[in-house]
């Protein structure tokens, strides 16, 4: 329903409810923020964020590879598990040192992207189908190259720098990401990839019509969610020590879940690097403020309740967008 | 398969090609019972068929309210979190004070509130999509998120053991011989091809996927419906719920129908709903569900690593869909 919708609206007031979308998630951001260094002493602490800004990082590099596949109306399954196969082939060859681990891991994480692009633009399957394919491949092979355990990196190298160690004080990782997100925000504002991504997205044919270059574009857009995720499971098995086969479950739906919260369409066609990343902190940041919260004592909440919280947050985000579209349909 | 309104040429000549390309699923389901019954050793056995059937049950008792919700153009990533709320409360309803004292209700009830429960989850999410034009897939994530959530909170994330041989029926009991969850997946299975092929409703379905704004134009209930169907995905996973914790004993919101949603999809897939809607077939969805299992079974009878086995699936279920893909006349 909500796709015929979307396309039925002109491209303006799609433009706009994005827009909206995307303020709103900033503000919350804002207000989280403050929330919680209003009310935690340690909150704003070094080590809080750093920690923080630790651990997302890889969930920020999936995101910004599903950002683009996304808005290419597209969707990618595989992004866990290709991580997780990524931190395997990285774990495997730590022991030669930095760059073979890194490089391993992005290869890896080209080839499951590669093979998902070839199935959506070749063979012509859905997306989901394609990379729910892809995410099972990635998935066995990752188990089958590490024999269902996990594979302890070496810690002669200085492969572990990669997920533990610091630059100029911020976490590696950190870095990684804003390099990640400052290449996304220009390939998407000043490169003609981002602008065909989202011609591709918006009307696939229309795109077709002008020539461009439809089935490439949506081929690279799927490379590229490939190496990010690839560049993540590096980063995984940087940080814990380990090549994890069996990581990865269930991030790809955080991912979606933070590029939504960013204001991308899932229709693809209009998107946002910059609140995806947005979306991403405030998702991390919820289950931060829980701990803090139990902290304090005055309450005593699992862990289990962070999956709760995050899925009514997605909702209310889910519900204010939708009251803004009705806003903006109203006024036009 | 069989119940798949489709429009052909009448009297057109019999195209081979096409027909394998059509029941590529069933022809490979069979192709591969022929290849077990000449290789794998001990294959044909009544323990054999059990082992299959009953692992196979709860996959396509999900996958058929998924088929219809995926007639509807939609799709229900939250069926794996239903059944691990459904999974958490009956064991909590049963080992109540009240269900102790009561063994009769409390067995009664673990059964019905559990699932009743799964479909007002479902019918949330029906709402939730409707009412505020959510896409599918994000309406369904949010309770995919929460749900297991929920679940985890009932249960503090512990787990339950139990021993119930009342309750544990439905997933260890058998009716002349036949695992008790078979014959709830093969009911199941007939009573939604019957609605989809010759009820009212069934054909709304149809409609509603086929051409939404043309199935609302022509006075279809369009929300009604589709709230209908999730409500509906909602009582199967809650069903599957049951039989999983009913399975293992023992009920732990952290696994319980973890991964659940992929299943059902690859299964509704393989077995040739298309994901855009208006067409539909839930004994296809058996079929790819079967299809799935036996070769996964297949692999590890044949001592092929489980990864692997991963990794063939992946193939089989991108395989079938392209096969379908070029069987379309487009």
Same mark, same amino acid.
């Given at each position: 329903?909500?796709?015929?919708?979307?396309?039925?609206?002109?491209?303006?007031?799609?433009?706009?409810?994005?827009?909206?979308?995307?303020?709103?998630?900033?503000?919350?951001?804002?207000?989280?923020?403050?929330?919680?260094?209003?009310?935690?002493?340690?909150?704003?602490?070094?080590?809080?964020?750093?920690?923080?800004?630790?651990?997302?990082?890889?969930?920020?590099?999936?995101?910004?590879?599903?950002?683009?596949?996304?808005?290419?109306?597209?969707?990618?399954?595989?992004?866990?598990?290709?991580?997780a196969?990524?931190?395997?082939?990285?774990?495997?060859?730590?022991?030669?040192?930095?760059?073979?681990?890194?490089?391993?891991?992005?290869?890896?994480?080209?080839?499951?992207?590669?093979?998902?692009?070839?199935?959506?633009?070749?063979?012509?399957?859905?997306?989901?189908?394609?990379?729910?394919?892809?995410?099972?491949?990635?998935?066995?092979?990752?188990?089958?190259?590490?024999?269902?355990? &996990?594979? &302890?990196?070496?810690?002669?190298?200085?492969?572990t720098?990669l997920?533990?160690?610091?630059?100029?004080?911020?976490?590696?990782?950190?870095?990684?990401?804003?390099a990640?997100?400052?290449?996304?925000?220009?390939?998407?504002n000043?490169?003609?990839?981002?602008?065909?991504?989202?011609?591709?997205?918006?009307?696939?044919?229309?795109?077709?019509?002008?020539?461009?270059?439809?089935?490439?574009?949506?081929?690279?857009?799927?490379?590229?969610?490939?190496?990010?995720?690839?560049?993540?499971?590096?980063?995984?098995?940087?940080?814990?020590?380990?090549?994890?086969?069996?990581?990865?479950?269930?991030?790809?739906?955080?991912? !979606?879940?933070?590029?939504?919260?960013?204001?991308?369409?899932?229709?693809?066609?209009?998107?946002?690097?910059?609140?995806?990343?947005?979306?991403?902190?405030?998702?991390?940041? !919820?289950?931060?403020?829980?701990?803090?919260?139990?902290?304090?004592?005055?309450?005593?909440?699992?862990?289990?309740w962070?999956?709760?919280?995050?899925?009514?947050?997605?909702?209310?985000?889910?519900?204010? &967008?939708?009251?803004?579209?009705?806003?903006?349909?109203? &006024?036009? | 398969?069989?119940?798949?309104?489709?429009?052909?040429?009448?009297?057109?000549?019999?195209?081979?090609?096409?027909?394998?390309r059509r029941?590529?699923?069933?022809?490979?389901?069979?192709?591969?019972?022929?290849?077990?019954?000449?290789?794998?050793?001990?294959?044909?056995?009544?323990?054999?068929?059990?082992?299959n059937?009953?692992?196979?049950?709860?996959?396509?008792?999900?996958?058929?309210?998924?088929?219809?919700?995926?007639?509807?153009?939609?799709?229900?990533?939250?069926?794996?979190?239903?059944?691990?709320?459904?999974?958490?409360?009956?064991p909590?309803?049963?080992?109540? =004070?009240?269900?102790?004292?009561?063994?009769?209700?409390?067995?009664?009830?673990?059964?019905?509130?559990?699932?009743?429960?799964?479909?007002?989850?479902?019918?949330?999410?029906?709402?939730?999509?409707?009412?505020?034009?959510?896409?599918?897939?994000?309406?369904?994530?949010?309770?995919?998120i929460a749900?297991?959530?929920?679940?985890?909170?009932?249960?503090?994330?512990?787990?339950?053991?139990?021993?119930?041989?009342?309750?544990?029926?439905?997933?260890?009991?058998?009716?002349?011989?036949?695992?008790?969850?078979?014959?709830?997946?093969?009911?199941?299975?007939?009573?939604?091809?019957?609605?989809?092929?010759?009820?009212?409703?069934?054909?709304?379905?149809?409609?509603?996927?086929?051409?939404?704004?043309?199935?609302?134009?022509?006075?279809?209930?369009?929300?009604?419906?589709?709230?209908?169907?999730?409500?509906?995905?909602?009582?199967?996973?809650?069903?599957?719920?049951?039989?999983?914790? =009913?399975?293992?004993?023992?009920?732990?919101?952290?696994?319980?129908?973890?991964?659940?949603?992929?299943?059902?999809?690859?299964?509704?897939?393989?077995?040739?709903?298309?994901?855009?809607?208006?067409?539909?077939?839930?004994?296809?969805?058996?079929?790819?569900?079967?299809?799935?299992?036996?070769?996964?079974?297949?692999?590890?009878?044949?001592?092929?690593?489980?990864?692997?086995?991963?990794?063939?699936?992946?193939?089989?279920?991108?395989?079938?869909v392209?096969?379908?893909?070029?069987?379309?006349?487009?």
């Amino acid at each position: 329903m909500s796709a015929a919708t979307a396309n039925a609206a002109p491209p303006g007031r799609r433009l706009s409810l994005a827009w909206a979308a995307r303020q709103r998630v900033v503000i919350a951001l804002v207000l989280l923020i403050l929330f919680g260094a209003l009310r935690y002493e340690h909150f704003l602490g070094a080590y809080n964020v750093l920690s923080v800004l630790r651990y997302n990082s890889m969930f920020a590099l999936t995101s910004l590879g599903m950002c683009f596949v996304i808005m290419g109306a597209g969707i990618d399954l595989s992004v866990g598990t290709t991580a997780a196969f990524a931190s395997v082939v990285s774990a495997l060859l730590s022991p030669y040192g930095l760059f073979p681990g890194l490089l391993g891991g992005l290869g890896a994480g080209l080839a499951v992207g590669a093979v998902n692009g070839f199935m959506v633009t070749r063979m012509n399957i859905q997306p989901f189908i394609a990379t729910l394919s892809g995410m099972l491949v990635a998935s066995g092979s990752g188990l089958l190259l590490a024999h269902n355990q &996990s594979v &302890s990196v070496s810690y002669d190298t200085d492969f572990t720098w990669l997920g533990q160690g610091d630059l100029l004080g911020f976490p590696t990782p950190a870095w990684i990401a804003a390099a990640a997100y400052v290449y996304g925000s220009v390939a998407l504002n000043f490169l003609s990839f981002g602008r065909y991504v989202l011609a591709v997205g918006g009307n696939e044919e229309a795109a077709r019509l002008m020539g461009l270059p439809v089935d490439r574009v949506k081929f690279l857009t799927y490379v590229q969610s490939g190496v990010f995720a690839g560049l993540a499971g590096v980063i995984l098995a940087a940080q814990f020590g380990a090549g994890q086969p069996a990581e990865g479950v269930g991030w790809e739906l955080f991912s !979606i879940a933070a590029v939504v919260v960013g204001g991308t369409l899932l229709t693809g066609g209009v998107g946002s690097v910059a609140t995806t990343l947005a979306g991403v902190l405030l998702l991390g940041l !919820i289950f931060n403020v829980l701990n803090f919260e139990n902290g304090l004592g005055w309450i005593s909440l699992s862990a289990y309740w962070q999956s709760v919280v995050r899925g009514v947050f997605l909702m209310v985000v889910v519900m204010a &967008s939708s009251g803004a579209a009705r806003r903006v349909a109203r &006024s036009a | 398969m069989a119940d798949a309104p489709t429009i052909g040429r009448k009297g057109a000549s019999f195209d081979v090609a096409a027909f394998f390309r059509r029941y590529a699923a069933l022809t490979a389901l069979i192709v591969l019972l022929a290849f077990n019954f000449a290789v794998t050793p001990n294959f044909a056995s009544w323990q054999t068929l059990n082992v299959n059937l009953t692992q196979v049950a709860t996959i396509v008792i999900v996958s058929v309210g998924m088929t219809l919700v995926i007639a509807t153009g939609g799709i229900d990533l939250s069926v794996g979190s239903l059944m691990a709320i459904s999974g958490a409360l009956a064991p909590m309803i049963f080992l109540s =004070s009240f269900g102790l004292s009561y063994p009769a209700l409390g067995n009664a009830l673990a059964f019905v509130a559990p699932v009743a429960i799964a479909g007002m989850f479902g019918l949330f999410n029906g709402w939730f999509i409707t009412r505020f034009r959510v896409q599918p897939i994000v309406g369904t994530l949010v309770m995919f998120i929460a749900g297991r959530g929920i679940g985890q909170v009932l249960t503090n994330g512990n787990l339950q053991a139990f021993k119930n041989p009342t309750f544990q029926f439905i997933g260890l009991g058998r009716v002349f011989g036949v695992p008790c969850q078979v014959i709830i997946m093969l009911a199941l299975v007939a009573a939604a091809a019957w609605t989809l092929r010759s009820t009212l409703f069934g054909r709304q379905i149809l409609s509603v996927g086929g051409n939404e704004r043309a199935a609302w134009l022509s006075g279809v209930p369009v929300a009604s419906v589709k709230r209908w169907v999730y409500a509906i995905s909602g009582l199967c996973a809650g069903i599957a719920g049951l039989v999983v914790v =009913s399975i293992n004993s023992s009920s732990d919101a952290n696994l319980v129908g973890l991964g659940m949603e992929l299943d059902a999809i690859a299964a509704v897939a393989v077995g040739g709903t298309p994901f855009t809607g208006g067409q539909a077939t839930v004994v296809g969805s058996l079929i790819g569900a079967l299809l799935i299992q036996l070769v996964r079974y297949t692999l590890l009878a044949n001592g092929v690593p489980d990864a692997a086995a991963l990794v063939v699936k992946g193939a089989i279920i991108a395989g079938a869909v392209w096969s379908q893909q070029r069987g379309k006349p487009t």
